[in-house]
């Protein structure tokens, strides 16, 4: 490992560390735009000069195009490598408008940060300067080219990171362009990265465009729940409004980037026609009294047909919290064992994971980079996990080979990120023993136990999407409660009422049902049919925990208060004008303490933390890490 000295520190690092990531491990900053540690080096803003004191090469270096090498001495704060970045920042804000004040990158961006630290205060420049159409690049991004600074990020990222096609460098020398060739909405499945990975305001969300700065946000280390996958995000919000979603780093999941769905799907957050006060029989009323009725109506409709008609059910969409109380709730009731599932074929998928996947076999996103030979067996990752896609991407680009089994795997998910594959018709087909890293991506079909082809092989890493962001912690309790899924409880025929929480019942399984109320953030068909609806929190308003596809648990921070937004789409729905303790549509609980206290009035105790026995040691699990497995 080299030793070298940057700015009178003293450091030992990996050989083929580059000087800048040196730097950093000393806890020194060098300022840099095209530069990106998901990207590599390009060398094209010049920012992040150094001077080399001593070593193989001597003078003014890029700090991001040098490997750090034994014996080096180098200077960050060299009158030369100083007056080196003072000039680059002065001939970048050359033809860059004056316009940090209507810019969505004010208070994140880098060039502005550089600009004040570098002492570039007055610009000495008056002529004309350098200027372009903007494009439309669709509903997500917005494109002002006019603050493009040439560090080729976006190409870098879009054409060779992410395999997309239409949209790169166009033009040359001063006057090269970023954009597409015509008009249209980007294709990749996960071009919102631009307006993360752009130093500068070239991209922006469009979403959340002229409505808060930086430090107006409420901002919280979360997770996403729109896969299983269990993406780290930063969630944005302002008065009671969920804006926009960035990626947040988890080297162990999903690296620097998530995809578009992520971003862009607020997961209804926001809706008007959400759930926002308790419901009985379409009235309006309090907690105390929605809770009240529906213990007696539980109790009655328990003394009628019995504590096993009644199905208490779960949901891969609630938090670990929430399924763990409800396995309490249906044990003291007696009613049997709780449903963490509606589908059983999704219940199959996810218990057949559990079943499969070990501390040995199971991958995460992280190390499917490294593999070296991948299997997409009968699934659709486009739909139940884009980014694997993107982590399937990178082994290709280190060399891996990409095989597509059978005809149940759609051969576009693999186009969408330029990733050529092998065709084969089944498992059998594929050398797995002449690769030393081989990875199978198996879809519903193939966790079938009993099925044609046995997924599970010695010797290849296995990954499953699944069908929600807590899919494998509800497929755990339903192992350990001998659950089954809700759709194979009413074939029985002895289901006749059900409690759901945030489960999506289709409207001709609940039709006949005596009893049915509903606990849910979303206008579900179950929460229109239900005599009782109960508010819940969404997962930016609350702390919680979701277990993901490989078993890793992870946790997420409350980033808002719950209420009707203060500024939504339509002008006429600004909540009303009133003095409250709670804002209106505020009154909402998360699905865990809507249980507990629905125990409390069955005449069960409180439960007061849901995290207890041997799931204890999740409590003090740090959100803003890459989570640990449980398997």
């Known amino acids: 490992m080299p030793k070298l000295t940057i700015d009178n520190i003293e450091i030992?690092?990996?050989?083929?560390?580059?000087?800048?990531?040196?730097?950093?491990?000393?806890?020194?900053?060098?300022?840099?735009?095209?530069?990106?540690?998901?990207?590599?080096?390009?060398?094209?803003?010049?920012?992040?000069?150094?001077?080399?004191?001593?070593?193989?090469?001597?003078g003014l270096q890029m700090s991001c195009m040098l490997p750090a090498q034994d014996g080096m001495v180098i200077s960050t704060t060299d009158p030369d490598a100083v007056a080196m970045r003072r000039h680059v920042i002065e001939w970048l804000m050359i033809n860059h408008p004056h316009d940090c004040p209507v810019c969505d990158e004010g208070g994140e961006c880098l060039l502005q940060d550089y600009t004040i630290a570098g002492g570039h205060g007055i610009r000495r420049y008056h002529g004309r300067?350098?200027?372009?159409?903007?494009?439309?690049?669709?509903?997500?991004?917005?494109?002002?080219?006019?603050?493009?600074?040439?560090?080729?990020?976006?190409?870098?990222?879009?054409?060779?990171?992410?395999?997309?096609?239409?949209?790169?460098?166009?033009?040359?020398?001063?006057?090269?362009?970023?954009?597409?060739?015509?008009?249209?909405?980007?294709?990749?499945?996960?071009?919102?990265?631009?307006?993360?990975?752009?130093?500068?305001?070239?991209?922006?969300?469009?979403?959340?465009?002229?409505?808060?700065?930086?430090?107006?946000?409420?901002?919280?280390?979360?997770?996403?729940?729109?896969?299983?996958?269990?993406?780290?995000?930063?969630?944005?919000?302002?008065?009671?409004?969920?804006?926009?979603?960035?990626?947040?780093?988890?080297?162990?999941?999903?690296?620097?980037?998530?995809?578009?769905?992520?971003?862009?799907?607020?997961?209804?957050v926001n809706s008007p026609d959400r759930p926002r006060v308790p419901m009985v029989d379409g009235r309006e009323v309090s907690?105390?009294?929605?809770?009240?009725?529906?213990?007696?109506?539980?109790?009655?409709?328990?003394?009628?047909?019995?504590?096993g008609a009644l199905a208490l059910v779960g949901s891969p969409r609630m938090s670990l919290e929430g399924n763990l109380v409800l396995a309490r709730v249906a044990e003291h009731l007696g009613t049997g064992a709780p449903c963490f599932f509606v589908d059983a074929g999704e219940a199959s998928a996810a218990h057949g994971a559990v079943s499969l996947l070990n501390r040995e076999n199971a991958v995460s996103m992280a190390e499917l980079e490294g593999s070296d030979c991948i299997a997409l067996a009968g699934c659709d990752l486009l739909e139940e996990g884009p980014m694997l896609l993107l982590a399937v991407r990178q082994a290709w680009r280190r060399g891996a080979k990409v095989y597509l089994v059978g005809s149940d795997a759609p051969p576009g998910q693999l186009a969408a990120v330029s990733v050529p594959a092998l065709m084969v018709d089944s498992l059998d087909d594929i050398p797995f023993g002449e690769y030393r890293k081989p990875v199978t991506i198996g879809g519903p079909r193939y966790l079938q136990l009993e099925g044609e082809i046995h997924i599970a092989r010695p010797g290849i890493g296995l990954v499953f999407p699944l069908s929600g962001p807590n899919a494998f912690g509800a497929a755990l309790l339903s192992r350990e409660n001998t659950g089954q899924a809700l759709s194979s409880a009413l074939a029985s025929g002895s289901i006749r009422g059900a409690v759901a929480f945030e489960a999506d019942i289709p409207a001709e399984l609940v039709s006949a049902m005596p009893l049915l109320a509903a606990a849910d953030r979303m206008s579900t068909e179950a929460v229109k049919s239900a005599g009782i609806v109960l508010p819940v929190t969404a997962w930016v308003e609350m702390d919680g925990t979701f277990v993901n596809n490989e078993g890793r648990v992870q946790r997420f921070r409350k980033v808002m208060n719950p209420g009707i937004p203060i500024k939504g789409p339509d002008p006429e729905q600004h909540p009303p004008r009133a003095h409250r303790r709670v804002p209106p549509g505020g009154d909402v609980r998360p699905s865990w303490r809507v249980i507990a206290d629905l125990m409390v009035k069955l005449g069960g105790e409180y439960v007061a933390e849901p995290l207890s026995g041997r799931w204890s040691g999740l409590r003090d699990l740090d959100p803003e890490g890459g989570g640990v497995r449980i398997l």
Not at 32 to 43: E, I, K, S
Not at 146 to 159: G, H, K, L, S, T
Not at 299 to 304: L, Q
């Open 12 to 58: 030992e690092v990996p050989a083929g560390t580059l000087v800048i990531e040196a730097a950093k491990r000393a806890g020194i900053f060098i300022p840099h735009f095209c530069y990106h540690p998901a990207l590599g080096n390009a060398g094209a803003c010049r920012m992040c000069a150094v001077k080399i004191l001593e070593g193989p090469v001597k």
């Open 129 to 268: 300067k350098r200027t372009y159409n903007n494009q439309d690049l669709g509903e997500g991004i917005q494109h002002e080219m006019n603050r493009c600074i040439q560090c080729y990020r976006c190409a870098r990222f879009y054409q060779d990171f992410a395999g997309g096609t239409d949209l790169g460098t166009l033009g040359r020398a001063a006057m090269i362009y970023f954009g597409r060739f015509e008009e249209g909405s980007l294709l990749s499945p996960f071009s919102g990265n631009l307006v993360d990975i752009c130093p500068t305001g070239v991209y922006t969300d469009r979403t959340a465009r002229f409505r808060a700065r930086y430090w107006d946000y409420d901002m919280a280390p979360s997770v996403c729940p729109h896969c299983s996958l269990g993406c780290a995000t930063i969630p944005a919000a302002r008065y009671r409004e969920l804006l926009k979603t960035m990626a947040r780093r988890n080297d162990a999941v999903n690296g620097w980037f998530i995809c578009d769905k992520g971003r862009f799907d607020n997961g209804g």
């Open 287 to 307: 907690w105390d009294d929605a809770l009240d009725t529906l213990a007696a109506r539980i109790k009655e409709f328990v003394r009628v047909h019995g504590a």
